[in-house]
């Protein structure tokens, strides 16, 4: 039955180390981000969003930012995939 079911997403939350973080301004506000969203793709990629806090304080939107190209955060993405994937692999079935 495994090969017949559709899986319509796969998604972790990743807490961004505090020396990788950075700040984004979005409308007029700027952000601290600390938080990535890493999704595969149907096609096996990886799609990361970045979120965060305001700066000033507060809860602020829920607003999403993208990930500036840095090798770094690149290599924390691609490590939490594979640390997804092996959490997943070893599950132990529904309590």
Known sequence: MSG???VSALAVNVTIPEALRWTDTR???A???TTLNVRLLPDGR???KAYGRPVGGGRG???SFPVPDR???AA???SAAGRA???WAAHRGLD
């Open 46 to 48: 990886l799609a990361a």
């Open 4 to 6: 017949d079911l559709e």
């Open 27 to 29: 409308r007029g506000e």
């Open 31 to 33: 952000f601290t981000l």
């Open 85 to 87: 994937g092996a959490l």
């Open 76 to 78: 924390l993405i691609s």
């Open 61 to 63: 939107a829920y607003v």
């Open 71 to 73: 090798p770094e955060l």
